[in-house]
């Protein structure tokens, strides 16, 4: 598992433990950085196979392609 995907699952945990108003203030500010960072990785094809990616869409993607060229 990426330490990205590690800091967005923690960031969730703090979106959903926040008040109303900040909770709006992080969340668009994570939508942003969700694109940028959707923008930066590949659908990962064999994470279904992988019962350790569970949670969000940012587990089922591929961080590190170097080694994939």
């Known amino acids: ?3 990205v995907a590690l ?3 923690l ?3 703090v979106v959903r ?3 109303p108003c900040a909770r709006r203030d992080l969340e668009a500010l994570l939508a942003r950085l969700d ?3 959707w923008r930066r990785t590949l659908p990962d094809p064999f ?3 992988e019962s350790h ?3 969000g869409w940012w587990h089922w993607r591929l961080y590190d392609t170097s080694d994939l060229l």
């Open 1 to 3: 598992m990426s330490n």
């Open 7 to 9: 800091a967005r699952d």
């Open 11 to 13: 960031l969730e945990l």
């Open 17 to 19: 433990r926040l008040p």
């Open 35 to 37: 694109d940028e960072l």
């Open 47 to 49: 994470a279904y196979r």
């Open 53 to 55: 990616r569970r949670g």
